[in-house]
Nanobody, 123 residues
Framework: QVQLVESGGGLVQAGGSLRLSCAAS????????MGWFRQAPGNEREFVAA????????YYAASAKGRFTISRDNTKNTVYLQMNSLKPEDTAVYYC????????????????WGQGTQVTVSS
């Protein structure tokens, strides 16, 4: 069982930056493949980025590549999402999630979810 708690969301102007954090409980955090997803009103939940259990490999949606960076610190049971050059279309609730399997980008392949943190980018 893994419990996830996101933080770091907020209101930022276009072009600004935010760093999201996701703190996990449980001693097995380092075994999980961790992802970030987002969901805007009226939209499906979409994949943003993910990192392998060791952090050695990372994966990004096209919309995030070059602007967002996912990282993890297994000593702190925390995964991060650094978001730069934010755009109004990045406005959404951002969720972190844990999967027992590497390489997953579909939300239904993740086993544990946080409650989400709101990111709002003003134009």
């Amino acid at each position: 069982q893994v419990q996830l708690v996101e933080s770091g969301g907020g209101l930022v102007q276009a072009g600004g930056s935010l760093r999201l954090s996701c703190a996990a409980s449980g001693r097995t955090f380092s075994m999980y493949y961790m992802g970030w997803f987002r969901q805007a009103p009226g939209n499906e939940r979409e994949f943003v980025a993910a990192t392998a259990s060791t952090g050695a490999n990372t994966y990004y949606a096209a919309s995030a590549k070059g602007r967002f960076t996912i990282s993890r610190d297994n000593t702190k049971n925390t995964v991060y999402l650094q978001m730069n050059s934010l755009k109004p279309e990045d406005t959404a609730v951002y969720y972190c999630a844990a999967s027992a399997f590497e390489g997953r980008i579909s939300s239904n392949e993740y086993d544990y979810w946080g409650q989400g943190t709101q990111v709002t980018v003003s134009s």
